[in-house]
């Protein structure tokens, strides 16, 4: 079985009363880290943000108490991993500077993309050999997905349970 997860790291506790009102907006996950990892999962989208407690992980408004070097240490532990990085935000040299420490500190974690919200380079086509793509979806309001961003929401009413197989890994949000 080959399981993925969206915006992995918000089924970590949040920080503060911001992330707390944002959470049924913001959670993609209701199983920590640690949790999908005993679930099988073994390919994580997180998302980034340097704050003045350090590299967390963020969606949107919603922040993670963890930190990144926390919660990559953890899937580092965990034998091969594979990790997307999206900094939640514009580019800055630290992002990309703190992308080359963790490709170099974490050997167990294959590192497959690196994402940014709002690009700031667009001559840069890899960190350490790792793609940087600036394909991140931005929102259309097209949709009622995107006038409603409630996550579990919509799990319940376009998902019923994911279909896994060996062949390849297979995005979820609530696992």
Excluded at 118 to 134: G, L
Aim: proline share 3%.
């Amino acid at each position: 079985m080959r399981i993925a997860t969206h915006n992995s790291a918000t089924g970590e506790a949040g920080h503060g009363i911001i992330s707390w009102l944002a959470t049924p907006f913001a959670r993609c996950q209701s199983k920590t880290i640690q949790e999908q990892l005993e679930s099988g999962c073994r390919y994580f989208d997180i998302r980034v943000r340097n704050t003045g407690r350090g590299w967390i992980g963020a969606h949107g408004i919603w922040e993670s108490k963890r930190s990144i070097k926390s919660i990559l240490s953890e899937i580092n532990l965990h034998g091969r991993c594979y990790v997307n990085i999206t900094y939640e935000g514009e580019s800055t040299d630290d992002f990309i500077d703190k992308v080359k420490e963790w490709i170099t500190a974490y050997k167990n974690i294959t590192f497959c993309e690196i994402n940014e919200k709002k690009p700031r380079w667009h001559n840069i086509a890899t960190i350490n050999n790792v793609p940087r793509k600036d394909n991140f979806l931005h929102l259309e309001f097209s949709t009622w997905h995107t006038l409603i961003p409630i996550p579990w929401i919509w799990k319940k009413i376009y998902y019923g349970n994911p279909t896994f197989n060996d062949e390849k890994f297979t995005f979820v949000d609530f696992l």
